[in-house]
């Protein structure tokens, strides 16, 4: 049975930082690419980063580069997203997902259930 399963996320003021995690089951993670989407009240998923199976390439939404960082770690099946400087709006559910790397949702198979991030001003 697959699971991804999210973590880390809180309520926190401006220019705070959180650090999210994903574990992950019942797959071959480390074959996977895996990405981070997020998605505020009214508004649709969105592409936050990806990382490659490999782990030599990241991609991130213009908004969040050079304050986001993602990472995996195969040995413990998990990812993580490491949020500096945030805002109030990178408020949102944030959700990890593995499949094929890219900003698509489409491309990615497996959904974890999402944390919450809410960011005071």
């Known amino acids: 049975q697959v699971q991804l399963v999210e973590s880390g996320g809180g309520l926190v003021q401006a220019g705070g930082s959180l650090r999210l995690s994903c574990a992950a089951s019942g797959f071959t993670f480390s074959r996977y690419s895996m990405g981070w989407f997020r998605q505020a009240p009214g508004k649709e998923r969105e592409f936050v980063a990806a990382?490659?199976?490999?782990?030599?390439?990241?991609y991130y939404v213009d908004s969040v580069k050079g304050r986001f960082t993602i990472s995996r770690d195969d040995a413990k099946n998990t990812l993580h997203l490491q949020m500096i400087s945030l805002k109030p709006e990178d408020t949102a559910v944030y959700y990890c997902?593995?499949?094929?790397?890219?900003?698509?949702?489409?491309?990615?198979?497996?959904w974890g259930q999402g944390t919450q991030v809410t960011v005071s001003s």
């Open positions: 997902a593995a499949g094929s790397v890219s900003r698509i949702i489409h491309n990615y198979d497996y």
């Open positions: 990382i490659s199976w490999i782990g030599d390439r990241t």
